[in-house]
T-cell receptor, first 111, second 114 residues
């Protein structure tokens, strides 16, 4: 089955710096790669996603890049703010029923 | 409703009890998913519904786990004879279509089996 590895497991940055989280996947048939932000007591919020026919997508301070050949994708957050502190999860999805998540990255942005 | 609603938010069960967890998806959403999230890990897929049809239940860990969505809207995840290893957050997500993408998650139900 699909295997998704996410790194790093924890990441601490200074406010204003950039943060990068990387995920690798094993199933080349995966075609949809969302990133979720999970905050304590709140649901997991979709922050950005990318499909396999696109190499990069950007939304304000957040960007995702996808390398299909290498089977990895990354989340980039620029100009980080304390409210960006949360647990971030990546996922690789092949069909609606086949979704595999990484184990999460705890991002701490220090003011 | 505006989002995916799950109830209860917290559930404490004695080992051996049966529990039922409820998910109210966004109105009109065709697809509904259940995930199990253990502490410090990502969500693990349990089962997937398209309307009332359970198309994939390959992630259900044992026959003690049962899910239904009889009218294609509200879904219930039932766990019989709960065990300590069932303690986790159970997440429900829904999406408007049948393709990948557009998932909206609920806040989850934290189940603790004592």
């Amino acid at each position: 089955g699909e295997n998704v590895e996410q790194h790093p497991s924890t990441l601490s940055v200074q406010e204003g710096d950039s943060a990068v989280i990387k995920c690798t996947y094993s199933d080349s048939a995966s075609n949809y790669f969302p990133w979720y932000k999970q905050e304590l007591g709140k649901g997991s919020q979709l922050i950005i996603d990318i499909r396999s026919n696109v190499g990069e997508k950007k939304d304000q301070r957040i960007a995702v890049t996808l390398n299909k050949t290498a089977k990895h994708f990354s989340l980039h957050i620029t100009e980080t703010q304390p409210e960006d502190s949360a647990v971030y999860f990546c996922a690789a999805i092949r069909t609606p029923g086949k979704s595999t998540f990484g184990d999460g990255t705890t991002l701490t942005v220090k003011p | 409703g505006a989002g995916v609603s799950q109830s209860p938010r917290y559930k404490v069960a004695k080992r051996g009890q049966d529990v039922a967890l409820r998910c109210d998806p966004i109105s009109g959403h065709v697809s509904l998913f259940w995930y199990q999230q253990a502490l410090g890990q990502g969500p693990e897929f349990l089962t997937y519904f398209q309307n009332e049809a359970q198309l994939d239940k390959s992630g259900l860990p044992s026959d003690r786990f049962f899910a239904e969505r009889p009218e294609g809207s509200v879904s219930t995840l039932k766990i019989q004879r709960t065990q300590q290893e069932d303690s986790a957050v159970y997440l429900c997500a829904s999406s408007p279509g049948t393709d990948t993408g557009g998932y909206t998650f609920g806040s989850g139900t934290r189940l603790t089996v004592v």
